[in-house]
T-cell receptor
Framework: DTAVSQTPKYLVTQMGNDKSIKCEQNLGHDTMYWYKQDSKKFLKIMFSYNNKELIINETVPNRFSPKSPDKAHLNLHINSLELGDSAVYFC?????????????FGPGTRLLVL | GQNIDQPTEMTATEGAIVQINCTYQTSGFNGLFWYQQHAGEAPTFLSYNVLDGLEEKGRFSSFLSRSKGYSYLLLKELQMKDSASYLCAVYNFNKFYFGSGTKLNVKP
């Protein structure tokens, strides 16, 4: 059973297009995250949601808009894609509170902007 | 700002022991995590330290010194499948700050 799933796994698109990435977790976790991993392998947090509420919004261009319809889903919509958006985007989830915030990652979405 | 440093790359021999260091300077601290990431795959959880000392988990151990802002991951009896990147992450007020990872090459 997949714990954290993302679609699509690969996304190749032209500059200027709008695209969405979907994430779902079946772990019953309260918190979900979006990360961007660039070519240098730096994993950088973009957004975090807790029970459908935005709790972290790092310095990310407004072209990136997360949406959480329920606590099991966190989607990422990107407008006007740019070359620099090419990266691997990972969704993750964790159970908030208790101190041991182990994150479980999805398989990643490899975005290539041409 | 948040600063987490790890060596970029290390090489070790199958069956040996390797220690991967991580130093951090963050505005707060609620725990330190180690993740393993094979090429082209998602990071997977290895260990968690919130108090000073050594946590042992099979062939993997992780050490933390909060006063020194220092942690290490110790891998014993290295296997070829341990070739991967190892990411150090500091948890602080709902955020995870990741280092750039240490790529470990295990050779026969």
């Amino acid at each position: 059973d997949t714990a954290v799933s993302q679609t699509p796994k690969y996304l190749v698109t032209q500059m200027g297009n709008d695209k969405s990435i979907k994430c779902e977790q079946n772990l019953g976790h309260d918190t979900m995250y979006w990360y961007k991993q660039d070519s240098k392998k730096f994993l950088k947090i973009m957004f975090s949601y807790n029970n459908k509420e935005l709790i972290i919004n790092e310095t990310v261009p407004n072209r990136f808009s997360p949406k959480s319809p329920d606590k099991a889903h966190l989607n990422l919509h990107i407008n006007s894609l740019e070359l620099g958006d090419s990266a691997v985007y990972f969704c993750a989830s964790s159970q908030a509170g208790g101190g041991q915030e182990t994150q479980y990652f999805g398989p990643g979405t490899r975005l290539l902007v041409l | 700002g948040q600063n987490i440093d790890q060596p970029t790359e290390m090489t070790a021999t199958e069956g040996a022991i390797v220690q991967i260091n991580c130093t951090y300077q963050t505005s707060g601290f609620n725990g330190l995590f180690w993740y393993q990431q094979h090429a082209g795959e998602a990071p997977t959880f290895l260990s968690y330290n919130v108090l000073d000392g050594l946590e042992e988990k099979g062939r993997f151990s992780s050490f933390l010194s909060r006063s020194k802002g220092y942690s290490y991951l110790l891998l014993k009896e290295l296997q070829m499948k341990d070739s991967a990147s190892y990411l150090c992450a500091v948890y602080n007020f709902n955020k995870f700050y990741f280092g750039s990872g240490t790529k470990l090459n295990v050779k026969p």
